[in-house]
């Protein structure tokens, strides 16, 4: 059984940063696709794709509202998956959730088709 259990939430100013991590155990994640999304307040029904890294070559993926600010990556020896969040803004204000998906493919910023998922961590950002 895959879990995901994601730390580094809190409260920051705009313009600060914060770390994300996603601790991975159950599995061997060669082939895995490790997703952040999140969801707004207000949205509970929609998760908001963020970033993807494929494990087995470390691409990433991002959406433009936070290309160049974020930094996905992961460690293979931790098994652990980062988002580095910088120059946040209080629309950044959201939960944010780990996910992971057992193959790769281009529908990677879909929440639908993957198959795990973290417990949310909560990041807020005042103006």
């Known amino acids: 059984q895959v879990q995901l259990v994601e730390s580094g939430g809190g409260l920051v100013q705009a313009g600060g940063s914060l770390r994300l991590s996603c601790a991975a155990s159950?599995?061997?994640?060669?082939?895995?696709?490790m997703g952040w999304f999140r969801q707004a307040p207000g949205k509970e029904r929609e998760r908001e794709f963020v970033a993807a890294v494929k494990w087995s070559d470390g691409n990433t993926y991002y959406a433009d509202s936070v290309k160049g600010r974020f930094a996905i990556s992961r460690d293979n020896a931790k098994s652990t998956v980062y988002l580095e969040m910088n120059n946040l803004k209080p629309e950044d204000t959201a939960v944010y959730y780990c996910?992971?998906?057992?193959?790769?493919?281009?529908?990677?910023?879909?929440?639908?088709?993957?198959?795990?998922w973290g417990q949310g961590t909560q990041v807020t950002i005042s103006s």
């Open positions: 159950g599995r061997t994640f060669n082939t895995y696709t």
């Open positions: 996910a992971a998906r057992p193959v790769f493919s281009g529908v990677y910023a879909n929440s639908n088709v993957y198959d795990y």
